[in-house]
Nanobody, 121 residues
């Protein structure tokens, strides 16, 4: 059974930092592209970042580029999203998934349940 479990969310002030983690079981993360997505209140879910298979190449949403960094800890089968200089617009539930684009993974598309990030003064 495949499980992705996000953690590390919380409440921070603007300019603060958080590190989100996506711990996988039932799969090996380095065998999949892993994406981070977020859904803000009243908005559709959007892709935030993605790490490619094997080569570690990364993509970032324009509004987070330079502030967010994605990394992989293969020994712990975990992927991280380090978020710096957070802005109120970053407030959302953050999800990890085994795809870079939602809906493209077929039978091998798995999602975590999400972790809430709130940025507010």
């Amino acid at each position: 059974q495949v499980q992705l479990v996000e953690s590390g969310g919380g409440s921070v002030q603007p300019g603060g930092s958080l590190r989100l983690s996506c711990a996988a079981s039932g799969i090996t993360v380095e065998d999949y592209a892993i994406g981070w997505f977020r859904q803000a209140p009243g908005k559709e879910r959007e892709g935030v970042s993605c790490m490619g298979i094997h080569d570690g190449s990364t993509w970032y949403l324009g509004s987070v580029e330079g502030r967010f960094t994605m990394s992989s800890d293969n020994a712990k089968n975990t992927v991280h999203l380090i978020m710096n200089n957070l802005e109120p617009e970053d407030t959302a539930v953050y999800y990890c998934a085994t795809v870079c684009i939602e809906g493209t993974g077929g039978a091998e598309e798995w999602w975590g349940k999400g972790t809430l990030v709130t940025v507010s003064s």
